[in-house]
């Protein structure tokens, strides 16, 4: 299921964006924001996975924070207040855009979003993120991990990222306790 965080100070313009995505089935919330105060908090909380702004609500400045609030895997996609030039990137929307434009690039977003969202919940740790997991569980550094393992400290920190992607766990403790109950560690390993 597809969360939607919608970034626009037209009422109409909103509502018009809202009543199009919710047609979709796979969408399980919308949420609405009209200005630049409001948009990084509930980006972070909401955490959506396409976030459809219009650039005139946001500033550069706003939308580098949202940027890196939002999940990594989560879409952008700008509208802008004036038609768009043939060979615009399928994340820009125009409001002069059709019905029927609109859809097709809203549809090709969530079923990317609703595939992706299916690899990752599908997805299995690797024997080697298992090594990388047991090692962070017994509470070695990425530094002493990679010394190790004979990997760079960047190797680490990717095997990680793509562990707490893959789990959805993002502390050691959370990370600890998946591996004691997944038999990767045993719990006279914890120290």
């Not at 105060?37 to 706003?62: Q, R």
């Not at 002069?96 to 997805?123: M, Q």
């Amino acid at each position: 299921m597809v969360r939607v965080l919608i970034v626009e100070n037209s009422h109409i313009v909103s509502l018009g964006l809202m009543s199009l995505i919710r047609t979709f089935q796979d969408i399980e919330d919308v949420r609405l924001v009209d200005n630049e105060k409001d948009c990084c908090k509930i980006a972070h909380d909401f955490e959506p996975d396409l976030i459809v702004v219009n650039t005139s609500v946001l500033n550069h400045e706003s939308m580098i924070k949202v940027m890196d609030v939002k999940k990594a895997e989560a879409i952008v996609m700008h509208v802008f207040n004036s038609s768009l030039p043939l060979g615009s990137p399928a994340n820009h929307l125009s409001i002069l855009d059709s019905k029927e434009v609109l859809s097709d690039k809203f549809e090709k977003v969530i079923e990317n979003l609703t595939r992706l969202r299916k690899e990752i919940e599908t997805e299995e740790l690797s024997p080697r993120e298992k090594d990388i997991l047991k090692e962070v569980a017994l509470g070695l550094t990425n530094k002493e991990i990679a010394e190790k393992m004979y990997i760079s400290t960047h190797t680490v920190i990717s095997h990680r990222k793509n562990i707490t992607r893959k789990l959805g766990i993002k502390t050691v403790s959370g990370l600890t306790v998946y591996a004691i109950l997944n038999n990767i560690i045993q719990m006279d390993d914890v120290s």
